[in-house]
Every structure is written in structure tokens, then in C-alpha cells.
């Protein structure tokens, strides 16, 4: 049983390598169903590993799956807090933040109160509630708000969030391929700052080929900070774990856009890695990421028991390596829009400001950068 999550029946093939394969895909009974940019969706009946593992020869990928990793249905769910936050009212919003997740909740036509005026998005990038016989939320619909909120947290009235919404609120996937064209609808929009809150596995543990595809038609000033997996595990898992290129101590890559993989930190008593955050030497920054406080949902809904305190009033409290990645994309932006730096340069800005973290491996110990909220 493979260990990644993938679409049925899709294979995913670079344009480039179609004429070699696409006769052997014939035979397994795939034909060219389109794709995009350079990659070419194939689809067929025949089980993806079993296609995968009988290929004589490379250049065929699954379109991988990526979710919300343990959020949503286990144990680090939204919880009700007794705080709020106060709205800040749009300005002349010259610098956008992008954020690839659910779309954005509308009630009554309009975004939470607090991303108000603040947030963009086109009527794609809206998203349903799913609920259960309860009437409370089943899905995932929640978090793309919750993600934009944490951002717009850390940022002052001239930045705003682009958001598109290509994570499914039901099952909380998104695929490789919406991802991607995601990214390309961002850099054409001239976004070089993109928060991705959510990963998963690939086969063979190799980057998935469309969203590395479209990572690299991204400009070079451009920063993508991916949230690091809430598994507790070593392992790299991806968007985060995408490298462009080599790393070379001490040099810096100025021919690719840089994805920064941000786990999350525990400052509840000793500062550490929070018990659910992925970690290891792949991971380029932590960040706050316990009982983050963001927008959710209006007042009195999820519905809960009448001796329940305190109640849901609007916003919440999550956890999540998806909420420490939104605050480091929240201080780039701020430092963006105070400083005029670019992307690249914010982002070492804020590193360099970060707090010292010592972090424990099986290599010994580190010091990573730690972002407070």
C-alpha cells in the first residue's frame, strides 16, 4: 500500500517526455486527457502504483494529493476561545500576500468581519460550508479564512491577502495540478509572496512534478512558505520539502523562487518543537503555531451544548504547522510594505530577527530561527 495519496486513475507526464512514453502508457491502457503548462494529465482504469511500478521506463508521476494533515478530524481541532480580534479597516493595499487553500467563507455575501475589505478573491475562490446532521461543520471549509486571518494578524492596512481556493472543503485534498495552476495564476497576477498551508507524501519520496514545475516559472525574487506536515515525523514531506537547487552554504540562489518550510514551535513552558510538528534539517524555520487565535465562522456557530464555555464567538483558537506558516508569511509582508524590500529580501530580514531555537535530532542539536507571533 503506498504511502502517498494520489488521484485515481491520473498520471502526470512533462510534455517533453510524452513521445517516449506515450506508447508504453498506451498499452496500460492511459491516453492524454490535457494538463498544465509543460505537464500532460493521462488518465486510464488501471491502479496508479500498479501502472507506476510496471513502467519500464521514467517520466510518469502520480497527480499527488496534499491535505490538511491531522487538523481538521483528529485531534488538533479548532477550539472556542474567549478572545477576539479587532478588524482593521482597509487602506491603500499596495503589497498582496497569496494564499493557495480553501476558499474564503462568505456569510451574507461578505468575508469574515475581520479579513473584511482586506481580502480577494473571485467567486471560484469561495467555498461552501459542509455540515454534518449536527449542523456544524464537517469539512475543511474553515481554514483558508482561519490561514488568511493569521496572516493579516501580523501586517498593517496596506497589505492584503489573494487567496485561491483549490483545497476540496469536504475531503480537505487538493491536487498537484490545481496547485500548480494556482501558482501560475499568482505570478501572472504579480504575487511573489504565497503561503501553501498543507502537504502530504510523494511517490518515491520525489518533489510532485507539477507544483515543482510551476515553482520554477516563479520569479526569482518570489518566496513560498510551506507549512512543514503535523505528523511528528523526521521526513520531508512536500510542497515544503521542494529544493530548486542546491543549497551552498553561504551562497545565495538568485536563479529560483525560495520555499521556506516552517514547522512549528511550543513556548507554552521551554521553547521546542511542538509535539505534533514535522521536523529535522529540511525544516528552515519555526514559528508559533499552539492555539493560534484566528477568524472563524461567526458568533454561536458550531453550535455547542449549553453548558459548554466559553463559546464559538467568531473566532478561535488551532493549532497547526498551517497557522505558523501563515505568520511567517505575515511578517515578510509587513516587512515588505514598511522596508520596500522584495520578497527574498524580507524574508531574510525576518530570519535574521528571529530568536535562536534549539532543536534536537538524532545528529545532535541545531539552532533554528523561531518567529513569535
Known amino acids: 500500500m503506498p504511502r502517498y495519496r494520489h488521484r485515481a486513475g491520473e498520471l502526470l507526464v512533462h510534455a517533453d517526455d510524452c513521445a517516449a512514453i ?39 508521476s502520480p497527480n499527488h494529493l496534499f491535505g490538511l494533515d491531522r487538523i481538521i478530524w483528529s485531534d488538533l481541532r479548532p477550539k472556542p476561545t474567549d478572545d477576539t480580534l479587532t478588524p482593521v479597516p482597509a487602506g491603500d493595499i499596495r503589497h498582496w500576500a497569496g494564499v493557495i487553500d480553501t476558499g474564503i467563507v462568505l456569510r451574507e455575501r461578505h468575508p469574515h468581519e475581520f479579513l473584511g475589505e482586506r481580502v480577494a478573491y473571485e467567486p471560484e ?97 518570489t518566496v513560498v512558505v510551506a507549512s512543514a506536515g503535523n505528523r511528528g515525523m523526521r521526513q520531508r514531506v512536500y510542497p515544503a520539502g521542494i529544493k530548486l537547487a542546491p543549497t551552498v552554504p553561504g551562497e545565495v540562489d538568485d536563479k529560483h523562487a525560495l520555499v521556506l518550510p516552517v514547522g512549528s514551535a511550543d513556548h507554552s513552558g521551554t521553547l521546542r518543537v511542538a509535539d505534533f510538528s514535522n521536523f529535522g534539517p529540511w525544516i528552515a524555520a ?40 501563515a505568520i511567517v508569511t505575515g511578517k515578510i509582508a509587513a516587512l515588505m510594505a514598511a522596508n520596500g524590500l522584495n520578497a527574498r529580501e524580507a524574508a531574510a530580514e525576518v530570519l535574521k530577527a ?6 534536537f535530532d538524532l545528529n545532535g542539536s541545531i539552532d533554528v530561527p523561531h518567529v513569535s507571533e
Open 22 to 60: 506515450q506508447a508504453e502508457l498506451a498499452g496500460f491502457g492511459y491516453h492524454p486527457a490535457g494538463g498544465a503548462g509543460s505537464l500532460r494529465r493521462f488518465t486510464g482504469a488501471r491502479s496508479v502504483p500498479e501502472v507506476l511500478a510496471a513502467l519500464r521506463s521514467g517520466g510518469a
Open 354 to 359: 528571529a530568536e535562536p531555537m534549539t532543536v
Open 286 to 325: 519555526y514559528a508559533d503555531g499552539v492555539d493560534v487565535v484566528g477568524p472563524y465562522f461567526h458568533p454561536g456557530y458550531p453550535a455547542q451544548p449549553p453548558d459548554e464555555e466559553p463559546k464559538f464567538n467568531g473566532y478561535a483558537v488551532w493549532s497547526g504547522t498551517s497557522f505558523s506558516a
Open 125 to 221: 475562490d469561495t467555498v461552501r460550508v459542509v455540515r454534518g446532521e449536527d449542523g456544524n461543520p464537517a469539512g475543511s471549509a474553515g481554514h483558508g479564512t482561519f490561514v488568511a486571518g493569521v496572516v493579516l494578524k501580523q501586517v498593517g492596512p496596506d497589505v492584503g491577502v489573494r487567496v485561491k481556493g483549490v483545497i476540496d472543503e469536504q475531503s480537505g485534498d487538493a491536487e498537484d495540478l490545481a496547485v500548480a495552476n494556482a501558482l501560475d495564476d499568482l505570478r501572472g497576477e504579480g504575487v511573489t509572496l504565497i503561503n501553501l498551508s498543507f502537504s502530504g507524501q510523494t511517490f518515491e519520496d520525489r518533489p510532485p512534478k507539477a507544483i515543482e514545475d510551476a515553482l520554477r516559472r516563479l520569479s526569482p525574487d
